[in-house]
T-cell receptor
Framework: DTEVTQTPKHLVMGMTNKKSLKCEQHMGHRAMYWYKQKAKKPPELMFVYSYEKLSINESVPSRFSPECPNSSLLNLHLHALQPEDSALYLC????????????FGPGTRLTVT | EDQVTQSPEALRLQEGESSSLNCSYTVSGLRGLFWYRQDPGKGPEFLFTLYSAGEEKEKERLKATLTKKESFLHITAPKPEDSATYLCAVHSGGQLTFGSGTQLTVLP
């Protein structure tokens, strides 16, 4: 089973809202990732958790806040987003680090109004 | 700085017309090259991992090859359901660097 699940599938939020995206994997993988993907562009790495230790892409604004409650779960907390944050948010996991293939979830389509 | 360039940006084929997609890369110490397929509005689907020059992997109508500077994804006798964006990514320095993708359309 190589399934990564993400909820919700779609999310519309205002600029003053607080919301969370959720991701889960049951493959025993020890690394999990959040990516942002705009239309016609490749995925851009936002955050990596490896063995529950966080690595941050320094260019990601603080209005995005990741959380890894355990090795199977990954959340992305959203607060005071801007319209330009509208995108497809992808979660992925891999056996250990990025030397191993990453398995992606179906994504959450986020629209900020 | 690691760079990954995919060509062509878009490719239209007739059903059954074989072709190849290219992924050229410049990295300091390749630790893996990955091919993904992505359908519109969905997450990328893992296809292949290649680690060393000369390595080849096959899956149905797809075959991936790797040299020291580039990788090819060969599509033999494609079908309309092969239409998708194909992404190449390289692992170097602890994270993946993606190319911009090749949008493949296979016409019936």
């Amino acid at each position: 089973d190589t399934e990564v699940t993400q909820t919700p599938k779609h999310l519309v939020m205002g600029m003053t809202n607080k919301k969370s995206l959720k991701c889960e994997q049951h493959m025993g993988h020890r690394a999990m990732y959040w990516y942002k993907q705009k239309a016609k562009k490749p995925p851009e790495l936002m955050f990596v958790y490896s063995y529950e230790k966080l690595s941050i892409n320094e260019s990601v604004p603080s209005r995005f806040s990741p959380e890894c409650p355990n090795s199977s779960l990954l959340n992305l907390h959203l607060h005071a987003l801007q319209p330009e944050d509208s995108a497809l948010y992808l979660c992925a996991s891999s056996q250990e680090g990025a030397a191993y293939e990453q398995y992606f979830g179906p994504g959450t389509r986020l629209t900020v109004t | 700085e690691d760079q990954v360039t995919q060509s062509p940006e878009a490719l239209r084929l007739q059903e059954g017309e074989s072709s190849s997609l290219n992924c050229s890369y410049t990295v300091s110490g390749l630790r893996g090259l990955f091919w993904y397929r992505q359908d519109p509005g969905k997450g990328p689907e893992f296809l292949f991992t290649l680690y060393s020059a000369g390595e080849e992997k096959e899956k149905e109508r797809l075959k991936a090859t790797l040299t020291k500077k580039e990788s090819f994804l060969h599509i033999t006798a494609p079908k309309p359901e092969d239409s998708a964006t194909y992404l190449c990514a390289v692992h170097s320095g602890g994270q993946l660097t993606f190319g911009s993708g090749t949008q493949l359309t296979v016409l019936p």
